[in-house]
């Protein structure tokens, strides 16, 4: 297991080589100041390779050998697993078994009762563990091994609407180190599932970039998304801007709707963070090309702000009150000279997921004169300031408790299995308890909640339906013809 850092002055790509200097597996792409990376060690992978616009040195920072973990025995609740242990202690193998998994895909789907199932994840062939990353719960759950076999599977029972992204990662080190430092090491390992139909996204560079989708029978839809693309498209630029206030340059690309007329009084305002991802992992730009273009929507001007490098996200999200201010101030300005657009704060939302839901609904709070509407997916609401005494960690309900109401409208969403530990309140309580104060304090408050995890997988839908939540256009009356007898 080898951990380290890379530092740029410019753009850099990192990746692993074998001996003839082919590219085996992408650790960081495009990454800027210091950033880290994390893998585990294959036969025949020798070299980095490094793609700079700058200079860039790379740092070994932790190097462990091979651990062990003995997985616990368990009570298989799948059925088809059941059915299996019994086939195992008649001596019976496992090929005729992993031909069916490969023929149906994975993981396994058994329905249990009205709107349930079992969902079973499985690895074939890891020799000392498995952990999965992004299941139906908070935590990288342990894959159990089937006796002496090499099937190893972990079973949930979820509700049948069930859409989330997953990884598997076998064999992952155990080594001395924080329960954070383990934990992460997972990341090392965490791979596709080479038996699941669902791989996303399709432009992956390798198994380890890419996810493995679940599709419940019910879950729901998602506006925008998997539809055929628009005849005529909005149009996506990209510009650098510049900041005073944060003393920092950044790239923020500008969505204009088909035929836009910035005159036009109904039309929306959307800022969103993490600009990059709400580019590519949720298709923003096709999402509203398609709920304009069907009249859903009204037409929305979409500003996407990047991070400046690796590790800025952290510092300027989490409530922080000079990157406010510089929406407020300084981008929002820059945005109405760009568009020509007048935005008004009503028809003005900032949008974003985890870190970047926590910080559209404290920057809407600290700037209503700007931002009228608040739309946070999956939004951090259980971080708070290091030294906070336990009986404030919920920070954000507290100073929402605590000001006057402002004119703001909140959309508030998150995963059930986004739940916390019995030392850590989790995302999706954390929003619980926020939706309760804003409607306390008599807000105009949204709240809705998937049978989800933490990943865009699922958060292409919730843009989406939070957007419509906000916005959404009536639909037309549907006209009907009545002819009475003589």
Request: charged share 20%; aromatic share 8%.
């Amino acid at each position: 297991y080898v951990e380290g850092v890379m530092d740029t002055t410019a753009h850099a790509d990192l990746s692993l080589v074998d001996g003839q200097g082919r590219a085996v597996r992408r650790l960081l792409t495009r990454s800027v100041g210091r950033d880290s990376f994390r893998f585990v060690a294959e036969p025949g992978v020798t070299h980095f390779r490094i793609r700079a616009e700058g200079a860039a040195t790379v740092t070994i920072t932790r190097r462990v050998g091979a651990g062990q973990q003995i997985a616990p025995p368990a009570v298989p609740l799948s059925p088809t697993i059941a059915a299996m242990a019994a086939a195992l202690e008649r001596g019976e193998g496992t090929d005729g078994f992993w031909q069916r998994m490969a023929a149906a895909g994975t993981p396994l789907m058994e329905p249990l009762k009205p709107g349930t199932v079992i969902l079973t994840f499985l690895q074939r062939g890891a020799q000392r563990n498995v952990r999965l990353l992004g299941g139906p719960t908070a935590d990288h759950e342990m894959l159990e091994r089937l006796g002496t076999s090499d099937i190893w599977y972990k079973s949930f029972t979820v509700p049948d609407g069930t859409r989330l992204a997953y990884k598997l990662a076998p064999d992952v080190p155990d080594f001395p180190g924080t329960c954070r430092e383990c934990r992460m090491a997972i990341t090392a390992q965490a791979q596709a599932d080479p038996l699941n139909r669902h791989p996303w996204p399709d432009d992956a560079p390798d198994r380890f970039s890419r996810w493995s989708g679940v599709d419940l029978p019910a879950a729901p839809p998602m506006p925008g998304v998997g539809v055929p693309p628009a005849p005529v498209p909005g149009t996506v630029a990209v510009h650098r801007f510049a900041s005073a206030r944060l003393g920092n340059t950044r790239d923020v690309a500008v969505y204009t709707p088909p035929g836009f007329d910035p005159l036009t009084r109904d039309t929306v305002l959307l800022v969103l963070f993490d600009g990059d991802d709400y580019r590519t992992q949720v298709p923003t730009p096709a999402i509203l090309d398609h709920l304009t273009g069907t009249g859903r929507l009204p037409p929305v001007v979409a500003v996407f702000v990047g991070n400046v490098d690796a590790t800025s996200r952290a510092r300027e999200l989490p409530a922080n009150p000079d990157f406010a201010a510089m929406l407020a101030d300084e981008l929002v300005p820059w945005v109405a000279a760009k568009t020509g657009l007048s935005p008004r704060p009503e028809r003005t939302v900032l949008g974003g997921s985890s870190y970047g839901g926590l910080a559209a609904v404290t920057a809407a709070l600290e700037h209503p004169q700007r931002f009228g509407n608040a739309l946070s997916i999956s939004g951090s609401f259980w971080w708070h300031p290091a030294g906070t005494p336990p009986e404030r960690a919920n920070i954000v309900a507290a100073w929402a408790a605590e000001r006057e109401r402002q004119p703001v409208r909140f959309f508030l969403s998150a995963g059930l299995f986004e739940n916390g530990t019995p030392d850590d309140i989790g995302i999706r309580d954390a929003n619980r308890h926020l939706r309760d104060v804003l409607a306390a304090k008599g807000y105009d408050v949204t709240h809705r909640e998937y049978a989800a995890g933490h990943d865009y997988y699922s958060w292409r839908g919730v843009l989406g339906d939070g957007l419509l939540a906000l916005f959404g256009r009536p639909s037309p009356p549907r006209s009907f013809s009545l002819t009475l007898p003589p």
